[in-house]
């Protein structure tokens, strides 16, 4: 069982609820070591100041904000701990919104909310209010020393709360809109939802896998075994500039007919 990275109340209006919160995600990347190409020797850094040449250890180092006269506040761990903020182990409702309100531009990492003993009921009354009335919390919640704003939604038997983005944190992507000069025409739409057609279906996400981790765990082993490289495979198709873009959509769905139609022969046999 993972290790809780918080634990708190969730509170809307007189209701609280005692929950922890654990990583609902986790990075399945293969992790590299930096190491002397020649020997395979383990490189290590050295946290140096710059200002009287002493090793630090990790216990010696505080965090620094430079004003632009000069002037350095030193920020330690305790200064963090005590900032005055509400949020570092109190979750307040902000308000109730309806569950599609929310751009999912603004969803950064998410979190199982696990209830505790004095807490179960109300948890299942939270989840059931908010799953009947389509509804998400917006709260605030500081993670880490970090104040975030956040929702709370139903999933499945589960609340999972997800930290988002202060809105001043989103980009502006007008840059990268097309030309407003751009048309299409109603054949061509008329081919991409065939194209669209053909390659629908039911989500299921166990059917996908990391091909680029699959292929470097082949690399590594190789490696470790001291066997030849895997052969790479070029299956890139040609994804040079479109110039007949209805003959391109005609290919496409050709293309996705005689795929469906092999992986039905194959399924069968």
Not at 30 to 47: C, K, L, N, P, S
Not at 198 to 210: I, K, R, Y
Not at 216 to 229: R, S
Not at 239 to 259: H, I, N, P, Q
Request: overall charge negative.
């Amino acid at each position: 069982m993972p290790r809780a990275m918080w634990s708190g109340s969730v509170s809307f209006g007189l209701v609280s609820i005692p929950v922890k919160l654990y990583g609902a995600t986790e990075d399945k990347d293969i992790t590299f070591h930096q190491v002397h190409a020649e020997d395979g020797g383990r490189v290590r850094y050295q946290r140096v100041c710059e200002k009287c040449g002493q090793v630090l250890k990790w216990g010696d180092i505080a965090k620094g904000y430079e004003a632009p006269d000069g002037r350095v506040a030193i920020l330690t761990s305790e200064d963090l701990d005590a900032l005055p903020l509400t949020s570092l182990k109190a979750v307040d409702v902000v308000q109730f919104v309806e569950a599609d309100e929310i751009d999912e531009m603004y969803l950064q990492r998410a979190y199982f909310m696990e209830p505790q003993k004095t807490g179960q009921k109300p948890y299942v009354l939270l989840r059931e209010a908010l799953c009947r009335g389509n509804k998400v919390a917006v709260v605030k919640v500081a993670l880490r020393s970090r104040e975030s704003l956040a929702l709370i939604r139903p999933h499945h038997d589960l609340l999972v709360m997800h930290t988002m983005y202060w809105p001043d944190e989103l980009r502006d992507g007008e840059f990268a809109a097309p030309s407003e000069e751009v048309t299409i025409s109603d054949a061509e739409i008329e081919m991409a939802n065939l194209l669209i057609g053909q390659l629908e279906g039911t989500f299921d996400p166990d059917a996908f896998t990391d091909s680029y981790r699959e292929a470097l765990e082949e690399v590594v082993e190789a490696k470790l075994a001291g066997t030849p490289m895997p052969a790479h495979e070029d299956t890139e198709e040609g994804t040079g500039d479109v110039v007949d873009l209805m003959a391109t959509l005609k290919a496409s769905v050709e293309a996705a007919k005689k795929r469906r139609a092999e992986a039905a022969e194959a399924k069968a046999s």
